[in-house]
């Protein structure tokens, strides 16, 4: 017997969620009386007040709750949280790098913030952001090149509202982040995440793809380092995530999530919403109209530089377009999708 997926109906400041993220500090689950529990990021606003937990009660109800947290010298200088991931401790949130739907780039979208998940159960806890200024875009560009994963050109408009129109307003604005965007370069749009067992992350990318429309992961380096100015982070491998895209069709990135096998849950999709005046579906609609589907896949393995991942169906969620988070805890999926002014939380039973 199929069980059917039922909708859970939530609202948290207004606003709209991207990614799932289930809690495991047991410390958080204890100050929200939680049998289980998601973190979410809304997506309007500095991320320090973008932070959200879904609350499941031991009754079985729902509830949310905003966490505002304290960013420090960074606060107010953020936009456009999009994907969460976890490594020793840590929840890291990660910015599009990318810009509004009619360009240019936008540098206060290009951070990665974190915070120590145990500390989330005490009010405003300390989030340490790093702006990256278009560092992780100049990375991410070289490694895609150097691969030669057969990626899609972009659009003479995609490549003039992004790329030529955000060197422009640099220059004249004397912005030191200028040289590391170069005329042929694509916009990075950071839609999903994922932590590795090394401690690398996985990005899953919503633009660019390849030019049979499949979608992108990238493998980075040296997270940690950059919070204490060590270092920046390093793309180590380029991936192109194959059999999820159908003939005639984009599809990015839209959610990814780490397994305990050691395999990889994610949904894959449009690469921007219809309506919307995209620029990105001006110039490739085929990327458009894609609902969302659950994917699996292994890998990559450790040492792989990149290549070829293997994804298979698990789900086809269509009609939605707008599934923006996925997780399984003890054998129930559970996905969020991005609705106006509210959060949609559908569960399919174990």
């Not at 799932?20 to 410390?27: C, F, I, N, S, T």
Request: charged letters at 25%; proline letters at 6%; a negative charge.
């Amino acid at each position: 017997m199929t069980c059917l997926p039922r909708t859970v109906e939530l609202a948290v400041a207004g606003n709209e969620a991207s990614d799932l993220l289930p809690v495991r500090a047991p410390e958080v689950l204890a100050a929200y009386g939680a049998r289980r529990a998601f973190w979410t990021v809304l997506d309007e606003g500095p991320v320090e007040d973008c932070l959200a937990l879904l609350v499941e009660r031991p009754d079985g109800g729902w509830s949310t709750h905003h966490l505002p947290m304290d960013a420090g010298v960074e606060t107010g200088r953020t936009e456009d949280g999009e994907a969460l991931a976890r490594h020793d401790g840590w929840v890291y949130v990660f910015g599009s790098h990318f810009g509004s739907k009619r360009g240019p780039l936008r540098p206060r979208r290009a951070f990665v913030a974190r915070f120590r998940e145990a500390e989330a159960a005490a009010p405003l806890p300390r989030l340490h952001v790093v702006r990256n200024q278009f560092r992780l875009h100049r990375a991410a560009n070289d490694a895609l090149l150097a691969a030669g994963l057969g990626i899609l050109p972009a659009g003479e408009r995609v490549r003039h509202r992004f790329i030529a129109a955000t060197r422009d307003r640099g220059t004249a604005r004397a912005k030191t982040w200028v040289g590391r965007l170069a005329e042929d370069d694509l916009p990075i749009n950071v839609e999903a995440a994922a932590c590795t067992p090394t401690g690398n992350v996985l990005l899953g990318l919503r633009f660019p793809v390849t030019g049979r429309g499949e979608p992108i992961l990238l493998e980075v380096a040296g997270l940690a380092g950059m919070f204490d100015r060590r270092s920046w982070p390093r793309v180590v491998g380029a991936y192109v995530l194959t059999g999820v895209t159908r003939p005639g069709e984009l599809t990015g990135f839209r959610a990814l999530s780490a397994r305990d096998d050691g395999g990889y849950d994610a949904v894959v999709g449009s690469i921007d919403a219809l309506g919307k005046r995209s620029v990105l579906l001006d110039d490739h609609p085929a990327g458009g109209d894609v609902p969302s589907r659950h994917v699996r896949f292994h890998g990559p393995l450790h040492g792989a530089a990149g290549g070829a991942l293997a994804g298979d169906l698990v789900a086809d969620l269509g009609p939605l377009h707008n599934v923006e988070g996925l997780a399984e805890v003890d054998g129930a999926r559970y996905y969020v999708t991005d609705e106006d002014h509210r959060v949609a939380l559908l569960i399919t039973p174990a």
